[in-house]
């Protein structure tokens, strides 16, 4: 059986620009920076989460997009359509202000919700994520 997620992958428009937004910004490590020909396997992850991956995904035509499809995905990547994930924080306040003092665009301020407090910041490509401190 299946026994837990321990790569995802967030598509990016430039790696190093990416690397520097989840690394230099998002206080992220390195946890593989490695290239095999042409491709760069890049991967980072929260300092206190070592068994999470998430893989950063430059979008390029290969053996899994054709031009056009890698031409559409840009686009919606772009436009700010799709939300990665969740990340978790023990002061969503704080690290809304840390984050907007070093350019890190949100598109709200920190609210109330029925699980928590929330924000929700976008990366240097357009993803945006879910920031969330649980109550209590």
Do not use: C
Not at 98 to 111: M, Q, T
């Amino acid at each position: 059986m299946i026994q837990r997620l321990s790569h995802a992958t967030v598509y990016v428009l430039d790696k190093d620009r990416a690397k520097d937004f989840y690394v230099d910004k998002l206080g992220f490590e390195v946890r593989t920076d490695q290239s095999m020909g042409d491709f760069r396997w890049l991967t980072v992850g929260p300092r206190g989460q070592p068994d999470v991956e998430l893989i950063l995904m430059k979008i390029a035509s290969g053996p899994t997009l054709d031009e056009a499809t890698a031409q559409q995905l840009r686009a919606l990547v772009e436009k700010g359509t799709f939300g990665v994930g969740v990340l978790e924080t023990a002061d969503v306040r704080k690290d809304y202000r840390e984050l907007s003092e070093k350019g890190v665009r949100f598109k709200f301020p920190p609210a109330d919700r029925p699980y928590g407090i929330e924000t929700v910041m976008q990366d240097d490509s357009g993803n945006w994520f879910s920031v969330v401190q649980r109550p209590g």
